[in-house]
C-alpha cells in the first residue's frame, strides 16, 4: 500500500518526456524530484524540432501549456505523402481529420525543442511540489528507495531499465537518419511533406519564417558521410530530393547523422518502478510518432493517477496498469512504422503494385485517409477512443 498523501514520485531524466510528466505529477498533486546529469543549459540546446499529433495537442491542454506555447506551434494545414518511385501522391488535409480533432483546423504541428524545454523547466523550477535536481549524475534509485513511484525517463539508452533489470528488445536498422535545419525560399509554409524513397523517407517540416527540419533516412553509412559534406556538396545532395518546388536558400545548423532503432521493453515497470518515453520504446521516425507516444505513455499514467482510487492502489499495481495499457499502443506502432519502412523502401516489384493501389485508393476514399489519419495522430487504437 502507498504511503498517505502527498505521494513522492522521482523521476529520472528532464528531456521532454520526464519533465513533462513531472509537471503533470505536480499538478496532481504529487511531491515529485526531477533528476538529470545534464544542466538547464544543455537540456535546452538540443537542435530538433518535434512533430506533435492531436493526442499531444489534447495533453499540452489538459495541463494548461498548449496556449502558453502560443506563436511557437507551428500548424501544418496539409501533409503531402509521396512516393518517389511511383510518382504517386496523397494530400491529407483537416478534411479528413476525425471526431473532435475537426474542431481544431491543422494536421499537425511543429514545436522547437528549445521553447517547449524553455516553458517546461521554467514552469517546474517555480512549481512548490517540484524539486529540481539537475547537472549532476544521480544514483540510480533502488527499488528499497524512497518514493512511491520511481519512474526512469532518461531515454534510449536509460541506464535505469539496465540498474532495474528489466528486459529490452531492440532492433538496429540499416537505416540511419540525418536532421538538419533549412531555410526554403518560396514555400508552401503550412504543407508538411513525407517523400518515400527508396532509401528510405526524408521528411520537411515547416518551423515557420520559412524555415524547416529536414529529417533524411537512409543507409547509416551515407548519412555520416553526408553530415561531413561541406554545405556546397550536401547542396548537390539535396538537388532532386527535395520536393517539386522547394528551393534551399540556406543551412540553418549542423547537420547530424543518428543510428535508428525498433525497440521496447516488453515489461514497462517492475514493482513500482516503471519506464516511460524512450526508455521503453523506440521507433523509426516516419511518420513523427517518436515523442507522441512518449507523451501518450505521460497521458495515460496522469489518467491513472488523477482517479481518486488510485491512492489506494500500490505502486506494483499502478505499474501492471499503466503497462498493460500502453503495451498495445507500442508495439502497433512500432510495427506500423517499421511495415512502412520495409513496404517504401524498396522496388520489389510487387510491393510496387502493392503500393500504387493502396496510394491510388487513399486518394480516391475520404474514409481511408480518415483512417490512416486517425491512426497517426491519435495511434492505431484510436478508433477504441
Ligand atoms: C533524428 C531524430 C528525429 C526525431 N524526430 C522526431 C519528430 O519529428 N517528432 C517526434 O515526435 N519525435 C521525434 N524524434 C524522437 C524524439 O526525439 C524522442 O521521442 C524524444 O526525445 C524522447 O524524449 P525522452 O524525454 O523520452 O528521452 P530523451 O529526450 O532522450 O531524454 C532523456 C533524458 O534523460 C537524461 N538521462 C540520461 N541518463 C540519466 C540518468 N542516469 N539519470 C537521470 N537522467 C538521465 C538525459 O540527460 C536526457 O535529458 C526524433 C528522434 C531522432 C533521433
Redesign the pocket.
Given at each position: 500500500m502507498v504511503s498517505a498523501d502527498p505521494r513522492r514520485v522521482s523521476i529520472?531524466?528532464?528531456?521532454?518526456?520526464?519533465s513533462l510528466l513531472a509537471f503533470g505529477l505536480a499538478q496532481l498533486g504529487f511531491q515529485v524530484i526531477l533528476?538529470?546529469?545534464?544542466r538547464v543549459e544543455e537540456?535546452i540546446a538540443r537542435s530538433?524540432?518535434?512533430?506533435?499529433t492531436h493526442s499531444s495537442r489534447r495533453l499540452l491542454n489538459e495541463l494548461g501549456l498548449w496556449d502558453a506555447l502560443g506563436s511557437d506551434l507551428i500548424p501544418f494545414r496539409s501533409l503531402d505523402l509521396q512516393d518517389r518511385e511511383l510518382k504517386a501522391r496523397v494530400v491529407f488535409t483537416p478534411d479528413d481529420l476525425a471526431g473532435g480533432n475537426r474542431l481544431v483546423p491543422a494536421i499537425g504541428w511543429i514545436l522547437d525543442h528549445r521553447p517547449l524545454m524553455e516553458l517546461l523547466l521554467d514552469r517546474l523550477a517555480s512549481h512548490p511540489s517540484v524539486q529540481l535536481q539537475l547537472g549532476a549524475?544521480?544514483a540510480?534509485h533502488t527499488p528499497e528507495g524512497r518514493f512511491d513511484l520511481a519512474i526512469a525517463?532518461?531515454?534510449?539508452?536509460?541506464?535505469?531499465r539496465g540498474f532495474w533489470k528489466l528486459p529490452f528488445w531492440s532492433w538496429t536498422y540499416q537505416q540511419g537518419?540525418l536532421?538538419f535545419k533549412v531555410r526554403l525560399r518560396n514555400p508552401q509554409a503550412q504543407t508538411a511533406y513525407e517523400l518515400f524513397r527508396c532509401e528510405g523517407p526524408f521528411a520537411v517540416?515547416p518551423l515557420g519564417h520559412n524555415a524547416f527540419q529536414i529529417?533524411w533516412s537512409a543507409p547509416l553509412e551515407c548519412c555520416r558521410e553526408r553530415a561531413a559534406l561541406s554545405p556546397d556538396q550536401l547542396l548537390k545532395e539535396l538537388f532532386g530530393v527535395l520536393p517539386e518546388g522547394l528551393e534551399l536558400e540556406a543551412f540553418l545548423d549542423q547537420p547530424r547523422a543518428?543510428p535508428l532503432q525498433l525497440s521496447l521493453a516488453p515489461r514497462l515497470a517492475r514493482g513500482g518502478l516503471l519506464l516511460v518515453?524512450?526508455?521503453g520504446h523506440r521507433c523509426h521516425?516516419v511518420g513523427?510518432?517518436?515523442?507522441?507516444?512518449?507523451w501518450r505513455d505521460v497521458a495515460e499514467l496522469l489518467r491513472l493517477l488523477k482517479h481518486p482510487a488510485s491512492s489506494r492502489l500500490s505502486g506494483s499495481a499502478i505499474g501492471r496498469r499503466y503497462a498493460r495499457s500502453r503495451l498495445p499502443d507500442l508495439i502497433l506502432v512500432g510495427l506500423a512504422t517499421d511495415l512502412l519502412v520495409r513496404l517504401f523502401s524498396n522496388r520489389n516489384p510487387l510491393l510496387l503494385l502493392l503500393r500504387r493501389l493502396g496510394l491510388s485508393s487513399m486518394g480516391r476514399f475520404g474514409v481511408l485517409r480518415q483512417l490512416s489519419l486517425a491512426a497517426m495522430t491519435d495511434g492505431p487504437l484510436a478508433w477504441r477512443r
Open positions: 529520472a531524466g528532464a528531456g521532454p518526456t520526464g533528476q538529470d546529469p545534464q537540456l530538433r524540432a518535434y512533430a506533435l549524475a544521480p540510480p525517463c532518461d531515454g534510449p539508452g536509460s541506464p535505469h537518419c536532421t517540416l529529417v543518428f518515453g524512450e526508455s521516425p513523427g510518432q517518436g515523442l507522441n507516444l512518449c
